[in-house]
């Protein structure tokens, strides 16, 4: 078992930074992948950005030039900062754990991006 548990979520207006965090305990194993995946009202959840334990990094395209996702391997952290923030990246936020077919997710956290 992995838990995940986020924090960094909160209220921000348009233009804004905000710097989500995740950090993993429990079985970890060595070669796996964490990652933001986020969630807005009415609609399915969908990958921001994902980063591998040896620092190769994925981003969806509307986020690429505004995100940056980091890890700390010592730590079992990730982190997700979020840079130039709009409306529509309003969402709930969350951390992902997977390693080959074993995957785990964080609780969420809510982010708010007003106009």
């Known amino acids: 078992q992995v838990q995940l548990v986020e924090s960094g979520g909160g209220l921000v207006q348009a233009g804004g930074s905000l710097r989500l965090s995740c950090t993993a305990s429990?079985?970890?194993?060595?070669?796996?992948?964490m990652g933001w995946y986020r969630q807005a009202l009415g609609e399915q959840r969908e990958l921001v950005a994902t980063?591998?334990?040896?620092?190769?990094?994925r981003y969806v395209g509307p986020v690429k030039d505004r995100f940056t996702i980091s890890r700390d391997n010592t730590r079992n952290t990730v982190n997700l900062q979020m840079d130039s923030l709009k409306p529509e990246d309003t969402a709930v936020y969350y951390c992902?754990?997977?390693?080959?077919?074993?995957?785990?997710w964080g609780q969420g956290t809510q982010v708010t991006v007003s106009s």
């Open positions: 429990g079985s970890i194993y060595r070669l796996n992948t």
């Open positions: 980063i591998t334990q040896a620092g190769l990094t």
């Open positions: 992902r754990y997977s390693s080959g077919s074993l995957s785990y």
